[in-house]
């Protein structure tokens, strides 16, 4: 208001001074259409800057050297060790947000005082790995893991495991195709297991975790070795491998039994 009345006051004063002589009524029209071609000038230079300059999908957020691109978020997977403890995820998550990065979905691996906790976010083209890596870090994660993800594995684990058994009862797909897809993992071999080696009564050797391989007993005799580069198989992810393994076991049991009866 103080603004206003200053400026009316200010108009009217000028307006009073000039406004008796043809002269001053002059003036204040070549004022006018100045400051209306000033302003015209104005807002024509704003727009065209507005135009050429690349929309930021962090407001306020600066990055230096960075251009921002036209093309939508990316996927990414991004495994971290946490303190298994009240709170552990909230800086982790709120420095997920203060980078605009929109959790999808979370994946939680219990082990023993740490949990290892995969998210599947939506992260916005100006941002990388190293960006990702950063957030970890300065949140205290610990082994950050971070890769492209594809919009399949954003379906929860238990749909897509009975997703894999129902395409192991009919028959549509393989054990070995079922364990890549459930653990990640990058390579399935079926080895025959060594003479002297420990059986588990399946015809296999014993069920085995180590680090990023893990061992199986296979239908038929022999042995599931999975195997992933650079990431650790949690006991989580042992857990749901051996359980399907079971399934594809039993399958070819009752398959074994129904060939024996039919002869």
Do not use: K, N
Not at 5 to 14: D, E, T, Y
Not at 66 to 81: G, H, N, Q
Request: hydrophobic share 45%; aromatic share 4%; proline share 6%.
């Amino acid at each position: 208001m103080g603004t206003l009345l200053f400026a009316a006051g200010a108009a009217h004063l000028l307006v009073v001074s000039l406004g008796h002589s043809d002269s001053g009524v002059r003036t204040l029209i070549v004022l006018g259409v100045v400051l209306l071609v000033f302003s015209a000038l104005h807002r024509w230079r704003r727009h065209r800057r507005s135009r050429r300059r690349p929309p930021s999908p962090l407001p306020g957020t600066a990055f230096p050297g960075r251009s921002a691109s036209p093309v939508e978020d990316r996927l990414w997977s991004v495994r971290v060790t946490v303190a298994d403890v009240p709170g552990g995820l909230a800086a982790l998550t709120g420095r997920f947000a203060a980078l605009g990065v929109d959790i999808r979905l979370m994946q939680v691996h219990p082990d023993g005082t740490d949990a290892v906790d995969e998210f599947f976010v939506s992260v916005p083209p100006v941002l990388d790995e190293a960006d990702l890596r950063r957030a970890v870090r300065d949140a205290g994660g610990r082994h950050a893991v971070v890769r492209t993800a594809d919009v399949h594995e954003l379906s929860d684990t238990t749909s897509r495991t009975l997703a894999m058994v129902d395409a192991l009862v009919t028959g549509a797909t393989t054990l070995e195709r079922c364990l890549l897809a459930l653990a990640a993992a990058h390579d399935v071999r079926r080895v025959e297991v060594p003479e002297g080696v420990g059986g588990d009564g399946h015809g296999g050797a014993r069920e085995e975790l180590s680090g990023t391989a893990m061992a199986l007993p296979a239908p038929g005799g022999g042995v599931l070795a999975v195997h992933r580069a650079g990431v650790p198989f949690t006991p989580v992810e042992f857990a749901r491998c051996r359980a399907l393994a079971q399934v594809a076991r039993s399958l070819e049991e009752r398959s074994l039994e129904g060939r024996s009866y039919d002869r």
